[in-house]
C-alpha cells in the first residue's frame, strides 16, 4: 500500500488533482519517471475524518497539466504511479466495459478475443421450469451475474439500462469503443453489440402468455470451478412482477436505442414489451420472489414492485408516445412513494427518471420539474456530504454496506445527471472525485478495479478467476468495496476487527464475497461515469432529452 493516494488510472489535465496523505508532511513534490521535478506544492490539514479515522492532508497540484507519468513525494514516502493527460480513462473504460465480455455465457472464450483468459462453452444444456419439471427450455446466453455463474433478470435489465443510456447520453465516448469482441466490425458500436448478448437472453426469459421467469440459476452454487465444468441442472425459477417490469422496462428502451442500427431489432423488443405491458395490467398485484424450498442461489428478491411498474411505463411512454403509459406514470407518481434517484436492482425509479428526461414526446412539466427536483437536491447533499469527507467522498457511513463501490458510483451517476440539467460544471469535479475514490484516493489506497493500479485488486470472489490458474485476474472487474457489516460466513470478521472504520472494511481476499464480489451492476455505472466524464459537453439526445 502507498501512503500517499492519488487516482492510480489518473487525472485529465484541467481538472483538479488532489492527492492526500495520513502523515503530516508540510510540502510535497511531484516527479516524472526520469525523477524530475515537475511541481511543488505544500499540504493543508482537513482535520480527522471519522468515516476513516484518518487525519487527512491534502495536497493541490491541479497548476500541473503537463501530460505525463508522475509520482507524489513527500519525505521517504512515495505514491503510486498515475498518469496526466486526456486519455488517462480509455484503458479505465476499455476494460470496464469488455469485462462483460468475459462474463459472457453459453459460448466459448477464445484466445484472438480473450488473451489468456479463455474457456469452453458453458451451460448449454436445456432449462427445466422449476414448478413443472416436464417442461424444458433452451435459454442459452446472457452475463454471468456475479461471482457465481446464475443469470437474473433484473440485476441484467439495471445493468444494461446504465450501458444503454450511458450510449445514448454520451455518445462521443461510446460510439467509437472498439472491444475486440467476436461481432466487432460488423457495422454496429461494440458497446450495442456487447449488450445484445444480454438482451438476447432475456428476450428467451419471457414466457408465452408475456410473464417472465424470475432468474436462470443451477439449485444450488457450485464450487470454485469453472463455467464449462458447471454441469449441473439448470432451473427456470418462478415468474415474479419484479422481473415481469425491469422486462418491458429494458425491452422499451433497447427499441429506442437500437432503432437507427436495426428496426426490425427494435421492433422485436417493442413488441416483447408491450406484450410483458398487457400483462402486468393484467395482474396487477404484486408478485414478488422467495427462492422456493431446494434452491439456495441469489434471490433478489423485493419488497414491492411500485418502482418497477412506475420504470416499465416510463420507458413504454418514452418508446411509443401512448398517452396510456403516461397515464400510469402519474398514477404511480400519485399513489407511490417513488424514489426517482434509485439506480440499483433494488430500486428502480431513476431510470424511470432517465425515461422521461430523453423522451422525444411531451411530459407534463410538473413531472418533469419534480424529476429534476429530485435530482437536483440529491446532487446538492452529495456535494455537501464530499465536502465534509477527507477524501471527497460521497458516501454517508450507513452506505458502507455490501457492494458499497455500487453506490459510489451511482452517486458519480447522480452529479453528472445534475450536471446535464443544470447547465454548469458545477458537480462534475465531484462526480469525478467519487471515479478517484474508486480508483485509490480512499482509505486503503487501492484501485477496486482489476489489472488498474499498482495497487489494484486482484482476489476477487469470482469463479473463474479463482479457478483458471492465472495469477492475474482478468481486467475492468469492480469489487464490491468496503462493508461495515463483516460477515462470519465470509471470513471478513476474521480478517478485519471489529471496530474497523467503515471505509477500511475492505480486504483483497476471494473468500469475503461481502467485500469482493464482483457483478455486472457495479461495472455498469463505471460505464456510465466515465462515458459522461470522456464525452465532455454535448446534447444528451435529440428533441426533449434531460428537459
Known amino acids: 500500500m502507498f501512503p500517499i493516494y492519488v487516482n ?8 483538479r488533482k488532489i492527492c492526500i496523505a495520513t502523515e503530516e508532511h508540510s510540502e510535497f513534490t511531484v516527479k516524472d519517471m526520469q525523477g524530475k521535478t515537475c511541481f511543488k506544492g505544500s499540504f493543508f490539514s482537513f482535520g480527522f475524518d471519522e468515516l476513516s479515522g484518518d487525519r487527512v492532508y491534502h495536497g493541490d497540484f491541479s497548476e500541473l497539466t ?17 498518469d496526466i493527460g486526456e486519455q488517462v480513462y480509455d484503458k479505465l473504460l476499455y ?27 458453458c ?6 421450469v422449476w414448478d413443472n419439471r416436464a417442461i424444458k427450455k433452451s435459454i442459452v446466453g446472457g452475463w454471468h451475474d456475479a461471482g457465481d455463474y446464475g443469470r437474473y433478470v433484473g440485476p441484467g435489465a439495471v445493468a444494461l439500462s446504465h450501458l444503454l443510456y450511458a450510449f445514448m447520453l454520451y455518445p462521443n465516448a461510446l460510439k467509437g469503443l472498439q472491444l475486440n469482441i467476436p461481432e466487432s466490425g460488423n457495422g454496429q458500436p461494440d458497446v450495442l453489440n456487447e449488450c445484445r448478448w444480454e438482451l438476447d437472453w432475456i428476450l428467451k426469459m419471457q414466457r408465452e402468455d408475456g410473464a417472465v421467469y424470475h432468474k436462470l440459476t443451477t439449485a444450488n452454487f457450485c464450487g470454485f470451478i469453472m463455467p464449462e465444468e458447471d454441469t449441473a441442472e439448470q432451473f427456470l425459477l418462478p415468474v415474479s412482477s419484479i422481473a415481469a417490469a425491469d422486462f418491458a422496462a429494458i425491452c422499451a428502451l433497447a427499441s429506442r436505442v437500437y432503432r437507427e442500427y436495426d428496426a426490425e431489432y427494435a421492433d422485436t423488443f417493442l413488441q416483447a414489451a408491450k406484450k410483458t405491458y ?16 431446494g434452491c439456495g442461489t441469489g434471490g433478489y428478491g423485493e419488497r414491492d414492485d411500485h418502482s418497477n411498474r412506475f420504470w416499465a411505463a416510463a420507458e413504454m ?3 411509443t408516445g401512448e398517452a396510456r403509459y403516461l397515464e400510469d406514470v402519474k398514477m404511480q407518481l400519485a399513489q407511490h412513494d417513488i424514489f426517482l434517484t434509485a439506480l440499483g436492482w433494488g430500486e428502480v425509479g431513476g431510470m424511470g427518471s432517465m425515461a422521461l428526461l430523453t423522451t422525444d414526446y411531451s411530459v407534463d412539466e410538473s413531472i418533469k420539474e419534480r424529476v429534476k427536483k429530485a435530482v437536483i437536491d440529491q446532487a446538492a447533499d452529495l456535494k455537501q456530504n464530499a465536502d465534509n469527507n477527507g477524501y471527497f467522498c460521497t458516501m454517508k457511513e450507513h452506505e458502507y454496506n455490501w457492494g458499497s463501490n455500487m453506490g459510489l458510483m451511482h452517486h458519480g451517476m447522480i452529479l453528472m445527471m445534475a450536471d446535464m440539467l443544470n447547465g454548469s460544471s458545477e458537480y462534475i469535479e465531484y462526480a469525478l472525485a467519487q471515479l478517484h475514490v474508486l480508483m485509490g484516493v480512499n482509505a486503503l489506497g487501492i484501485s477496486y478495479v482489476t489489472g488498474n493500479g499498482d495497487y489494484a485488486c486482484n482476489h476477487p470472489h469470482l469463479r473463474p478467476a479463482c479457478a483458471d490458474g492465472i495469477d492475474a485476474c482478468m481486467p475492468g472487474m469492480v469489487c464490491g468495496g468496503p462493508n461495515r457489516h463483516l460477515n462470519d460466513r465470509d471470513h471478513s470478521k476474521e480478517l478485519l476487527q471489529a471496530g474497523t472504520p467503515p471505509m477500511k472494511c475492505f480486504v483483497d481476499d476471494w473468500r469475503c464475497y461481502s467485500l ?3 457483478t455486472i451492476y457495479w461495472n455498469s455505472p463505471v460505464v456510465f461515469l466515465l462515458a459522461a466524464v470522456l464525452n465532455g459537453k454535448m446534447p444528451a439526445a435529440k428533441g426533449q432529452a434531460l428537459g
Not at 68 to 81: E, L, M, N, P, W
Not at 278 to 293: H, I, V
Open 317 to 319: 411512454y418514452a418508446a
Open 8 to 15: 492510480q488510472a489518473g487525472y485529465l489535465p484541467e481538472k
Open 66 to 82: 503537463m501530460p505525463g507519468k508522475y509520482r507524489i513525494h513527500a519525505g521517504d514516502q512515495v505514491s503510486a504511479t498515475f
Open 278 to 293: 398487457q400483462w402486468l395490467n393484467e395482474n396487477p398485484n404484486f408478485l414478488g420472489f422467495r427462492n422456493p424450498e
Open 516 to 518: 469482493n464480489e464482483i
Open 123 to 128: 451451460h448449454t444444456s436445456d432449462a427445466t
Open 95 to 121: 476494460d470496464v466495459m469488455r469485462a462483460f465480455y468475459f462474463l459472457r455465457c453459453g459460448c466459448e472464450l477464445e484466445e484472438k478475443h480473450a488473451g489468456c483468459y479463455t474457456h469452453k462453452a
